[in-house]
């Protein structure tokens, strides 16, 4: 069995209700799978972490998590994984001001070799996103937005849910959707950086 089986991707279904569905779970499997090994940069953690690191065995493949009990979740069933700690500073209920403001998307604690245009695949699956007075996702679709590498792919997990499918189309461009399985989006970054409108963080 490898990373790439769909073994794997059946237990981690059966095991992780209320997540991802096989099908969604897939389309980011099979991104990877194209391109392991390779640096891999995923906003959120959960029972599916190993799964990732599996599918891109031999590369580089990095978490980032604001929440402590899923850190800690998460490094105690895969001490292997790399995780950092990172903090939102904003919440769901600001997500259309914090589309307008950079201030507003600053994500703090993210270790230096993140950093612009050096990831091949970004997974957005994280922060959680479900309650207005935490955070949403537009801080971390904007940041994957900068994150991936020209040609490389982002999936965002949860476009069946208006805060992602705006941010997601608007930072990463509607005209770069690739495809969509349930509410798993995958865009491709275009092969030459360009500026993508409002989000030139300071
Ligand atoms: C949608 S969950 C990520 C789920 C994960 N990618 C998975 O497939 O199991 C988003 C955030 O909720 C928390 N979380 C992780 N797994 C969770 C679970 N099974 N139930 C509830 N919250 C979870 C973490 O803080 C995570 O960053």
């Given amino acids: 069995m490898t990373g790439c089986d769909d073994a794997a991707l059946r237990e981690l279904v059966r095991?992780?209700?209320g997540q991802a569905t096989f099908e969604e779970y897939a389309l980011a499997r099979d991104t990877i799978c194209a391109l392991a090994p390779c640096a891999i940069?995923?906003?959120g953690v959960g029972r599916d972490t190993a799964v990732w690191s599996a599918a891109n065995s031999g590369g580089d493949t990095r978490f980032l998590e604001d929440d402590e009990r899923w850190i800690?979740?998460?490094?105690h069933h895969h001490p292997e994984a790399t995780i950092e700690r990172v903090r939102y500073h904003t919440v769901r209920a600001l997500a259309a001001l914090s589309m307008r403001f950079p201030s507003l998307r600053r994500i703090t604690g993210l270790p230096p070799d993140v950093h612009d245009g050096a990831w091949d695949v970004v997974l957005v699956?994280?922060?959680?996103?479900?309650r207005w007075h935490t955070p949403g996702r537009v801080a971390s679709i904007a940041a994957a937005a900068r994150f991936v590498r020209p040609g490389g792919f982002v999936l965002v997990h949860d476009c069946h849910r208006l805060v992602e499918s705006r941010?997601?189309?608007?930072?990463?461009?509607?005209?770069?959707r690739v495809t969509q399985v349930g509410s798993m989006r995958k865009y491709a970054a275009p092969a030459h950086a360009a500026p993508i409108t409002g989000v030139s963080d300071p």
Avoid at 72 to 75: D, F, L, S, V, W
Wanted: glycine letters at 12%; charged letters at 25%; hydrophobic letters at 40%.
């Fill in 15 to 17: 095991a992780n209700p």
């Fill in 41 to 43: 940069l995923i906003f």
């Fill in 72 to 75: 800690a979740e998460a490094r």
């Fill in 125 to 130: 699956d994280g922060p959680r996103g479900t």
């Fill in 167 to 176: 941010a997601a189309d608007h930072f990463l461009g509607r005209e770069h």
